[in-house]
């Protein structure tokens, strides 16, 4: 059977190819940006003043002058101007251009302003002894114009678009979304609002991967099929149709009732793999339609859907928009665990920070892979490699964190 990281190289060499498309700024907020975004001025595009209170030429401080007729004011928004004799100041705001011939500011805190005379009152500041270039923002320390300030790959999100706002881009390039359909199958599942009755049960798979799915900015619309073998070839071929991806539950196993497979083959989709060598989610099935369409049919016992979602779909989605791969992060066993079978498992963890930096990972080990509630508690699924089957206190390992 197929080991985990052969399937998820397989999986990730069938991205979606997805196009571009440009969008107004706020509507960028979660997507990715597909072009390279510079400064058009310098960071910041003048020498900035950075406190309020009064600019002066730092020669005359340093002659021994602590007292400047104050000749006007410099406030944020205006044209610069100029401090011309010396001996003089101008009082200026936070956000001004810092006017021609001065070269330090005192803050209000450190003077006096009594009938149009500055006067310093305060030598030591919180922030040192007054400096030549004290509180102010040279132009250009921060970026230069024509700097690459974001590059394509980008997840925008409140900072990045700030500084695309600063840069005067109202709209951005992004990676368009794919259409992606959520659909469960299965005789015993009803509706959230429905009372089922002793042998059914209400659907929540679906609902999980929405909400899981929202994370990459991904609105995914939401089906079911009865486990019909007609119905489910007509339900998934209309769907095959409208849609970038899709994303199955249930009926992929080796019941009466799991048509899953055989039917995605029959509408033409080209099965990559059928089952890997982990617990849970081992009857997972991937393929992909020679138009380019990809369907991922998840096992449905509910900690399966989970662990698969997390560990192949979402990654899968994240760089076919054209992110990084998320980095991966590591958990120490706070307590020892023993699995024999020879192949990967996972087991959900719930996790802690230490004082002294470490991540320890708490095995939640629940009573199986239909049991969803037990992840209520869990931050994550701890993978654990096959050819082992003891797992120390302490040893690390890598942990698919879930959302919270
Ligand atoms: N003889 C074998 N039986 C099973 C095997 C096997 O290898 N040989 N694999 C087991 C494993 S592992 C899993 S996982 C499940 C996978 O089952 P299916 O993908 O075929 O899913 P179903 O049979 O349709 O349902 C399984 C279980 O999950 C519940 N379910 C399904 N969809 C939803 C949903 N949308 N929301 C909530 N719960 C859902 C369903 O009611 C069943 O209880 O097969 C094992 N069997
Ligand atoms: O893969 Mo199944 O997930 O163990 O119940
Ligand atoms: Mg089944």
Known sequence: MLSVSDAFSITQQQLLSLPTETVSLLDANGRVLREAIRADRDFPPFNRVAMDGIAIRFADYAAGQRTFRVIGIQRAGQPQQTLQDAGTCLEVMTGAMLPIGADTIARYEEIRI??????????????????????????ATDRRAGDELMSVGTRLGPSELAVAASVGQSTLLVTAL???????????????????????????????????????????TLHHIVDDEEQLEKGLEDLLATNDMLILSGGVS????????????????????HKIDQRPGKPLWFGTSPSGKTVFALPGNPVSTVLCAYRYVLPYLRVSLGLAPAPIRYAQLAESVTFKPNMTYFLPVRLTSEMDGRTLAHPLPGSGSADFANLLAADGFMEFPPNQSDFGVGDSFQVWETIR
């Open 254 to 273: 080796a019941g009466k009732a799991d048509f899953v497979p055989d039917t995605l083959e029959k509408l033409g989709v080209q099965k990559h793999f």
């Open 114 to 139: 009594v009938d149009g005379q500055a006067s310093i009152v305060v030598e030591n500041t919180p922030f040192g002894p007054i400096q030549m270039g004290m509180h102010i923002h040279p132009q």
């Open 178 to 220: 794919p259409r992606v359909a959520l659909v469960s199958t299965g005789d015993e599942l009803v509706d959230v609002a429905s009372t089922p009755l002793p042998y059914q049960i209400r659907r929540s798979n679906t609902y999980m991967l929405q909400t899981a799915l929202v994370s990459l900015g991904i609105q995914a």
